[in-house]
């Protein structure tokens, strides 16, 4: 349920609706745009029904959101789409967030290396996992604690926010410490007690397309973040699983303008899983930069023969300003007018 708000209404009215729906064991989500403050009510329907509402002080009109997505759903908004605030960048809206850094933190001289070269060529933040999703239990794992350190000293040298993944609810305390962004995997999409966890720890997070996964289903798991009151979730399309062996995945970009049409939240692609190729990323990323996306997330590394996973697709660090500059003309043709670090909030 919505209940949106006259333009007269007080702080007072706007509070008194809020303990309203409370008072039924629902929760309120308040969200204050320009023109009017909207507060979404999840819970029981019949309960908050039987509030009566629509004829509360400050109330305009009580209107039901008929998608199973809630609190992700465009509708909350009005159309307004969100611009997230993560630590100093801007993501959403008019902001295009570029976000780059090694598929995973292997030793200090390859992460310190690419994060200051990533940070020059104007990124926005810096990605690198500690915790690895491998097909193989066998490969990598990630250097977990080792390479969480790593992560910090990349962030107090570059002043870069950090985008890493978590795998385990276990390790999220350790994680939140150093991620200004906790990066939920496209095989964890429907971790459904991963989600809640990160929702109630309230770190930023961005949500990866699971492999088969639809825009619905995508849409499902954000809301189990934002149920939990954690309002920063970001979208990733990744490439899915198509019949077409050519390349790793399919990028679906037609993702890109649909998910802005059924949800508020930020959309970012990811070209570098979807590819698996280096030659393929550059085209990626400036076709999804001209459809619309909110950012984009690629692989970048020193030396990518030499890489422990991901090397046949990860950009290589010579090569990042040049196409960081591509990518930054793609945006603006989609309207962006403010590119990653010039975000500056
Ligand atoms: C990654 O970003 O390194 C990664 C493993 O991505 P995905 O979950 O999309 O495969
Ligand atoms: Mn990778």
Redesign the pocket.
């Known amino acids: 349920m919505m209940i949106v708000m006259k333009q007269t209404a007080s702080e007072d009215d706007v509070r008194a609706v809020i303990e309203r729906i409370e008072s039924v064991g629902a929760r309120a989500h308040p969200s204050r745009g320009d023109e009017v403050t909207v507060i979404g009510a999840v819970g029981d329907l019949e309960h908050i029904a039987r509030l009566e509402l629509d004829g509360s002080p400050g109330v305009d009109r009580v209107v039901p959101i008929l998608k199973p997505y809630k609190l992700a759903s465009a509708q909350l908004r009005h159309g307004e789409r969100s611009v997230l605030e993560i630590g100093g960048q801007k993501v959403g809206g008019e902001h295009f967030a570029l976000i780059a850094g090694p598929?995973?933190v292997e030793s200090r001289d390859q992460t310190l290396s690419t994060a200051h070269v990533v940070k020059a060529a104007g990124a926005a933040m810096f990605?690198g996992?500690a915790y690895?999703?491998r097909t193989s239990p066998y490969a990598f794992q990630g250097l977990g604690q080792e390479g969480l350190a790593l992560l910090a000293e990349a962030k107090e040298q570059t002043g870069l926010p950090v985008v890493t993944?978590l795998m385990d609810a276990r390790d999220l305390e350790a994680v939140a410490e150093v991620a200004d962004v906790i990066?939920v995997?496209?095989?964890n999409m429907q971790n459904y007690a991963l989600l809640t966890e990160i929702g109630r720890s309230g770190v930023p997070v961005l949500i990866?397309r699971g492999l088969s996964a639809t825009l619905e289903e995508l849409l499902m798991a954000a809301e189990y973040v934002l149920k939990e009151g954690n309002e920063n979730v970001m979208l990733c399309e990744?490439g899915i699983r198509t019949f077409e062996t050519a390349y790793r995945f399919t990028l679906d970009l037609t993702a890109v303008p649909v998910l802005q049409e059924l949800s508020h939240l930020p959309v970012i692609v990811?070209p570098s899983?979807a590819a698996g190729r280096r030659d393929l990323v550059q085209p990626l990323s400036l076709a999804a930069a001209a459809a619309g996306a909110d950012g984009i997330?690629v692989?970048v590394h020193p030396d990518p023969e030499q890489a422990i996973c991901?090397g046949p697709q990860q950009l290589r660090t010579e090569d990042f300003a040049a196409y960081a500059a591509c990518v930054e003309a793609a945006a603006a043709v989609a309207g962006k007018t403010s590119f990653s670090s010039a975000a500056t909030v």
């Open positions: 598929c995973t990605r996992g690895k999703p993944e990066q995997g496209a095989r990866k990744r990811d899983h997330i692989e991901d």
